[in-house]
């Protein structure tokens, strides 16, 4: 009898002691999944100026790291540790792949090194120049940016190297222990300044709309160029949905290409309506051109109205320059001196009649630049 409830008690204690085994079994894989949850929390609180969203979803299995001790001991390439080529001005151009480019299947560095290779030579000469593998909350996928980035608008990135670029962002985030931090493989400034003299880089340069915006303008007396303003604030938004006021072309990349396009409203059909003041990029964006047109001088403009469209320029950057973080745009607008001579021609005048000045009674959610 003894015996029998000796088996007995074992048998429940093995039985226990598996169940036991399920448990914590059970309790690690919910500690794992909280772990992958809080990753995916993570990212989701970064600010979305500082995150490439194309890239933002859930963990993704990581191929083993392989050795990269050829990229580590080339000349033309060197290791930021820290950084991120995702953040900022980073994550403005992933809709142009000849600036930066993305590729989800890469899942290691070794893999990403002879995928980059493969664009150094491309018939047109525009190779990768600084690139990571993963990005805010994933482990996999590279993200690139291309000999042309570097002639882009890249704020206080501006004219520096892609090492210099990549330290930028190293810097940035030393104080940000919640965002991911990356190992980015860069450039070295050695190749950098052999690269940026060679006819190859200069005809690139020409072409990426980069520009010093008074040589746009040296031949055009007509025009001049106002600094960190914004034509797409306050009344500068009111108008959009008429064309015949606001005009905004999406697939305007640069300002070279703007210019020509805005030239076209100089004589563009029987009513004399050309653009008065236009900038490349608005709130969010770095492309796509916003222009107003004659008639939006005559429409209710706040604090602005009946001033000439330079003043309505400045305006914006006074406006402008008490908000930090907001974006800023060079503006290129019509002289005073045009102004005086065009608003007394009887072209002007004849569209003045016609413009139906409209006052909107949504005042009280305006932004009044006379503030």
Not at 48 to 73: G, R, Y
Not at 175 to 195: A, G, P
């Amino acid at each position: 009898m003894g015996a029998a409830k000796s088996k007995e008690s074992q048998k429940n204690i093995g039985n226990l002691q598996r169940r036991i085994d399920e448990l914590e079994r059970h309790l690690s894989q919910c500690h794992e999944q909280q772990a992958t949850n809080a990753v995916v929390a993570v990212a989701d609180l970064v600010t979305p100026e500082c995150i490439n969203n194309d890239l933002m979803e859930k963990q993704h299995p990581l191929s083993p790291q392989i050795s990269i001790s050829n990229i580590e001991s080339s000349s033309e390439w060197e290791v930021v540790k820290g950084g991120c080529v995702g953040i900022g001005i980073g994550s403005s151009y992933n809709q142009d792949n000849s600036i930066t480019v993305v590729n989800r299947e890469i899942t290691s560095e070794t893999e990403a090194f002879e995928w980059v290779k493969k664009y150094e030579n491309e018939p047109k000469y525009n190779p990768i120049v600084m690139w990571q593998v993963g990005n805010y909350g994933i482990s996999y996928g590279l993200v690139a940016h291309r000999l042309r980035f570097m002639y882009k608008d890249l704020g206080k990135g501006d004219g520096r190297s892609p090492k210099d670029f990549a330290l930028l962002t190293k810097k940035w985030l030393e104080n940000r222990r919640k965002i991911e931090q990356c190992t980015i493989y860069v450039r070295s400034d050695k190749w950098w300044e052999s690269v940026k003299l060679s006819s190859k880089a200069s005809q690139l340069k020409s072409t990426s709309g980069k520009s010093d915006p008074y040589t746009l303008i040296s031949k055009n007396k007509s025009w001049e160029v106002v600094e960190e303003g914004g034509v797409g604030i306050g009344p500068g938004s009111y108008y959009t949905s008429d064309d015949t006021i606001t005009v905004i072309n999406r697939e305007i990349t640069n300002e070279e290409e703007a210019f020509e396009w805005v030239k076209s409203f100089d004589n563009n059909g029987l009513e004399y309506n050309p653009i008065v003041m236009w900038q490349v990029g608005n709130i969010g964006i770095n492309y796509g051109i916003r222009a107003h047109r004659l008639r939006f001088m005559y429409k209710d403009l706040d604090a602005t109205t009946g001033k000439s469209p330079k003043d309505f320029a400045r305006a914006t950057k006074a406006f402008l320059s008490k908000k930090r973080n907001v974006k800023k745009c060079t503006i290129y607008v019509r002289s005073d001196k045009w102004w005086e001579s065009v608003k007394l021609s009887s072209k002007a005048s004849q569209l003045k009649s016609t413009s139906g000045k409209v006052i909107l009674t949504l005042s009280s959610v305006r932004i009044n630049l006379g503030r």
